[in-house]
């Protein structure tokens, strides 16, 4: 079973490999397959498309020959998918509802229908103060169309190198001069335990040593530096001896395997709120802390930027419940360094 998993994950590997390098494939294929795969029958799938079935059965063949890999089997019925077809097909309607996304925004901007501001993020920053802010500025910018994408910290300072984000919120301090960083506040970190393990027998806050001899899982696992890093710095700092590090590659991937008894994990403590099968106690260390970063381009003086800021602003004056909860008191504006 193991052998074959692994040559399961080398074939979708190949595919997603194959799918963003080939010089054949287009879209016209993406659309032809997933709509075989979504009538499960070349015939209707024909029809829908509105061209003959000889040709369609074509497109989809010259696609398996270009991955390597049979996506259908056609000798069912209804036509199944492969193993590879199922990733295939996901993969598939990822990149044509963002093609669709792309035509909309485009088209909005070309008539002056709509500005578009791009804004990274990590997923942790979604337990925090960032679904506030997001309404609040639809509310003060509804000519906007604000498209979120979620990236790790450090792919964020390329994204707004390269102009395909406009601002981020990650937790990565950096030293790049192309983008200004400003720290918003630093973050209490808190740990997650299995409900049956003797640290959970308490809620006040851990004293940090009680984690020597654990196994920790830590998340992000690439790109790095990252999250996980903070978290290792910040243990090796206490002179904390792990007994094991589990690395995964999101947030809710490492609390899962928490709730499944296969370690803790230190997260940012608005993530708290995630899951309730898990037991989270705060780390006893004004040191155990990670910062929440506003990023943008040097010298961007966009007017949507400066209204994030004030919005920024507006929500830390009103003291939201989570601000006091989760946070050491708000740090000056400031570039970080």
């Known amino acids: 079973m193991y052998n074959a998993f692994c040559a399961a994950a080398y074939r979708s590997g190949m595919i997603i490999h194959r799918l963003f390098s080939p010089p054949d494939m287009d879209l016209r294929q993406l659309r032809y397959f997933v709509a075989v795969a979504r009538e499960r029958n070349f015939t209707r799938a024909a029809e ?26 056609r000798n069912s019925r209804p036509v199944q998918m492969t193993d590879a077809g199922r990733l295939f097909y996901e993969q598939a309607m990822q990149i044509l509802g963002r093609v669709e996304q792309m035509q909309a925004a485009t ?55 390269e102009g395909r984000i406009d601002i981020g919120f990650g937790r990565v301090r950096h030293s790049d001069p192309n983008v200004t960083g400003i720290v918003l506040r630093e973050e209490r970190l808190a740990v997650a335990v299995p409900i049956g393990s003797p640290l959970a027998q308490a809620d006040t806050p851990l004293p940090i040593e009680q984690l020597n001899g654990q196994k920790l899982i830590v ?66 260390s004004e040191r155990a802390t990670s910062p929440v970063i506003l990023n943008h ?29 989760h946070n050491l008191p708000r740090v000056r504006k400031g570039r970080h360094s």
Request: glycine content about 6%; proline content about 6%; overall charge negative.
């Open 48 to 73: 829908q498309l509105h061209i003959a079935q000889p040709p369609l059965s074509r497109q989809i063949q010259l696609l398996e020959e270009e991955l390597g890999v049979p996506l259908l089997i």
């Open 107 to 161: 088209r909005r901007v070309g008539l002056h229908q709509r500005s578009v501001l791009s804004i990274g993020f990590v997923a942790s920053t979604l337990y925090g103060g960032l679904p506030t802010l997001m309404r609040k500025l639809r509310e003060a910018a509804p000519e906007l169309d604000i498209q979120m994408v979620e990236l790790m910290s450090v792919q964020q300072i390329e994204a707004l190198k």
């Open 219 to 284: 998340y992000p696992k690439e790109p790095r530096p990252s999250f996980a890093d903070q978290v290792l710095s910040t243990l090796n700092g206490h002179g904390v001896q792990l007994g094991e590090v589990l690395e995964v590659r999101e947030i809710q991937t490492a609390v899962g395997l928490v709730a499944a008894e296969f370690g803790v994990c230190v997260i940012p403590s608005s993530a708290r709120q995630m899951r309730q099968d898990v037991h989270y106690r705060l780390l006893d």
């Open 297 to 325: 381009r040097a010298n961007d003086t966009s007017k949507y930027i400066e209204l994030i800021k004030q919005l920024i602003d507006e929500i830390y004056a009103e003291r939201p419940a989570w601000l006091d909860a």
